[in-house]
Nanobody
Framework: QLQASGGGLVQPGGSLRLSCAAS????????MGWYRQTPGKQRELVAT???????KYADSVKGRFAIARDNAKNTASLQMNSLKPEDTAVYYC?????????WGQGTQVTVSS
């Protein structure tokens, strides 16, 4: 089970930190990360990180978001800085081998003044 936390309401230019924890019997979690979805649109990749530390970011968040993970604890975090209204979405924690297989419950991030 993936437990996500840290969403909320923030003003443009502000910061939020999302956390994701994999509970239960997990091993060989190669990929962890975050996707997001807005109404009427497909889920899109935000950032992913492999157990070896290979990171991928959406172009729209490069330079503003930073993903990290603790392999020993099976946790991942997403530091989101310089947030924009277009970052408003439901954010989903994911895990898998090469592509997302498991999805956590979404956490709402709203960027608004």
């Amino acid at each position: 089970q993936l437990q996500a936390s840290g969403g909320g309401l923030v003003q443009p230019g502000g910061s939020l930190r999302l956390s994701c924890a994999a509970s239960g019997s997990w091993f060989n979690i190669n990929l962890m990360g975050w996707y997001r979805q807005t109404p009427g649109k497909q889920r899109e990749l935000v950032a992913t990180i492999t157990v070896g530390g290979t990171i991928k970011y959406a172009d729209s968040v490069k330079g503003r978001f930073a993903i990290a993970r603790d392999n020993a604890k099976n946790t991942a975090s997403l530091q989101m800085n310089s947030l924009k209204p277009e970052d408003t979405a439901v954010y989903y924690c994911i895990s898998g081998v090469l592509t997302p297989k498991y999805w956590g419950q979404g956490t709402q991030v709203t960027v608004s003044s």
